[in-house]
């Protein structure tokens, strides 16, 4: 499956206009700053919550696939998220980067991650063209050359890039680029998804966190379901969290979100409760 959509991303690279893409990433007002954006929601004592609008996945097939994205994100906004991860993948995900393009111009503005597979520097163009403000990263689809040309080129625009690791072999190509001196790996996310098998654990966060050194700002993806895991996340050392199909699946998505980010039932803000009861399909 992934041998699949790695060479269907590939025929859809071949496709895009790299100058035009240039152009149009440099005419951009300056991203917010991502990385911040998650450490102001940390004195709470909570990993920061990243909320994933997401229709679809390989793995689990269709979630939800009527789901109004602009309203489940200001449902994410006004419950506690403290940034958004948007799937722009079409062929297998059921992304967009048209909703990409409209949260970067709507309110709330929350900073946006671009959740894809990026191969390529047209790519990164285009996730700042869209309005990104940081890009994923997958350290195990990308060689180490790669891997520093794309985390550059996105710290050139102004972008966060969070690299993405499951195993120990990822993490050390990861870590490299900072032991070399450049800076480039703020930011890490352990996918707790193998993407061979799509199997699911928090043992790999569990496994992989101690060994990242202090001053690189730790994502765990995937997998994560209830406040429980959260609480057994947090005493790890981790910094913030990614989730999308536990929120897109819940009855009452506000309440998930609040629960998950560690707000109290109180964080949900009068116009979000006017909003239809969460409802958003």
Request: hydrophobic share 45%; net charge positive; proline share 7%.
């Given at each position: 499956m992934l041998d699949r959509m790695l060479a269907h991303k590939r025929a859809e690279i071949q496709?895009?206009?790299?100058?035009?893409?240039?152009?149009?990433?440099l005419d951009m007002p300056p991203p917010r700053d991502f990385l911040a954006g998650l450490r102001s929601a940390q004195p709470?004592?909570?990993?920061?919550?990243?909320?994933?609008?997401?229709?679809a996945s390989p793995s689990r097939g269709i979630l939800a696939l009527d789901i109004d994205l602009t309203q489940l994100a200001r449902i994410y906004a006004e419950n506690g998220a403290a940034a958004l991860s948007v799937l722009t993948d079409e062929a297998f995900f059921y992304g967009s980067l048209d909703t990409l393009r409209a949260l970067s111009l709507g309110t709330p503005r929350l900073p946006l991650l671009r959740k894809d597979f990026i191969l390529s520097t047209a790519q990164v163009y285009e996730s700042r063209a869209a309005g990104a403000d940081a890009i994923l990263l997958i350290a195990s689809i990308l060689d180490e050359a790669e891997l520093r040309d794309l985390c550059g080129l996105a710290?050139?625009?102004?972008?966060?890039?969070m690299v993405e690791v499951h195993s120990v072999e990822d993490l050390e190509r990861a870590l490299s680029m900072?032991?070399?001196g450049d800076r480039m790996t703020p930011l890490i996310g352990i996918n707790n998804r193998d993407l061979r098998d799509f199997s699911v654990s928090l043992d790999t966060t569990v496994r992989l966190r101690p060994l990242i050194p202090d001053g690189v700002f730790v994502v765990a993806e995937s997998g994560i379901r209830s406040a429980e895991d959260v609480a057994r996340l947090a005493k790890i050392g981790v910094d913030a969290i990614l989730v999308g199909e536990a929120l897109v699946t819940a009855p009452d998505i506000g309440a998930?979100?609040?629960?998950?980010?560690?707000?109290?039932?109180g964080g949900l803000t009068a116009e979000c409760a006017e909003s239809a009861e969460n409802k958003i399909l």
């Open positions: 496709r895009l206009d790299l100058p035009a893409l240039q152009r149009r990433a709470r004592a909570r990993p920061a919550l990243i909320a994933e609008l997401k229709r710290r050139e625009l102004g972008m966060a890039a900072a032991e070399s998930k979100v609040r629960e998950l980010a560690g707000m109290g039932p």
